[in-house]
């Protein structure tokens, strides 16, 4: 099925068709794009490969550092044709293409992928023929790294180590004599 879009030289375009000559065609543009804010520390605890697997392994002092944020994207993909019926087909064709396509993408990194799409559309003044258009919209999460800077980081020496279990941490309370008492006590 996706040899179809070449096999039949369906014109797949990052921008609007100009001439009538580039229907039928596929149009893809993004339809927003946001950070999606999944918890704590902002993904600074990810993909320090260079300086070891944690950065509570660091010694402290100034150390580069690399941020993670994850993104959602809506991608849009718009049939364009001068029929109806061509333009619901290759609908049908675009949106089978990416659900089937979904394993390939969690491979590449992107992630919670979803397709929804629209009813069928005219835009008689678009050309001088009349135009039918059907979008597909794939919206999917990936993560983006960046660079945020020298900052000092580092394991603090009020820290537990990696891999500390909460039956080995001494929690002690404050009670109202002011001494510390533990906390099972």
């Known amino acids: 099925m996706d040899t179809l879009l070449s096999d039949y030289r369906i014109n797949v375009l990052c921008g609007y068709p100009r001439e009538p000559a580039q229907l039928p065609c596929i149009v893809v543009t993004v339809a ?3 950070e999606v804010d999944y918890g704590l520390s902002g993904g600074i605890d990810e993909g320090y490969e260079e300086l070891g697997d944690n950065y509570l392994r660091w010694e402290k002092g100034f150390h ?18 001068d029929n ?10 675009v949106k089978y293409i990416l ?7 969690e491979e590449e990194g992107f992630l919670l992928s979803t397709v929804s799409g629209g009813d069928l559309e005219p835009a008689p003044d678009y ?24 900052m000092f980081a580092g394991k603090d020496d009020s820290m537990a180590e990696i891999g500390t279990t909460i ?6 309370l404050e009670g109202l004599n002011g001494k510390g008492s533990k906390a099972d006590d």
């Open 32 to 34: 927003g794009e946001d």
């Open 64 to 81: 580069d550092i690399v941020g993670n944020a994850q993104m959602r994207i809506q991608l849009k993909m718009e049939v364009w044709s």
């Open 84 to 93: 109806a019926i061509i333009t619901s087909f290759l609908y049908s064709v």
């Open 99 to 105: 659900l089937a396509a979904r394993k390939e993408m």
């Open 127 to 150: 050309f001088t023929v009349f135009v039918y258009r059907k979008a597909v919209i794939l919206s999917l999460e990936y993560t983006v790294r960046y660079h945020v800077g020298e």
């Open 167 to 172: 039956d080995e941490v001494d929690i002690r």
